[in-house]
């Protein structure tokens, strides 16, 4: 991460306990978008027009189930505590990109037809991740990397 600081943008929400389905549709749409829960109830993004206005919709929804919203715009009190949450949010998109580099391993072993399907879905995969990777870990070029491998088997001429 760079010496500059971050600004962020937090949706503080509170749901009520029951029912419990717009409370799990919150915590998908959140992880979704590639939101860290911060506190139980507060999430963050790193602030930009389009993390904004994603956390501003997820607030309305909030509030249309009955709960409470607020959407915060700040800075972490210190350079540590936002390495801490790039971290956090880093680490979690590093799983996902381990699942996919794994997943491309695997394809290359399948049939023509199923290897190029399975192509298919992890470019689509791989564009859902780096759309919430705001903090890009090592596993992103490997990723890359075994979809661009991948691509090239499949793609290549049979002779």
Excluded: C, H
């Excluded at 206005?53 to 409470?68: F, K």
């Excluded at 190029?116 to 890009?136: H, M, S, V």
């Amino acid at each position: 991460m760079s010496s500059r600081r971050t600004s962020w943008v937090l949706l503080a929400y509170r749901l009520p306990r029951d029912p419990s389905t717009p409370r799990s549709a919150l915590w998908r749409k959140l992880r979704r978008v590639g939101a860290v829960q911060v506190l139980d109830g507060l999430a963050a993004l790193p602030l930009d027009a389009r993390n904004r206005e994603q956390l501003e919709w997820l607030a309305d929804e909030v509030l249309e189930s009955g709960g409470e919203a607020t959407i915060w715009v700040g800075e972490l009190a210190s350079a540590a505590q936002e390495r801490e949450l790039a971290s956090r949010m880093a680490n979690g998109v590093a799983a996902e990109y381990r699942a996919l580099i794994a997943d491309a391993s695997a394809a290359r072993s399948e049939r023509a037809g199923r290897r190029r399907r399975t192509l298919a879905r992890l470019r689509r995969e791989l564009r859902r991740i780096r759309a919430r990777d705001y903090f890009p870990p090592p596993e992103r070029e490997q990723a890359e990397r075994s979809v661009e491998e991948l691509a090239a088997l499949v793609e290549e001429p049979v002779g």
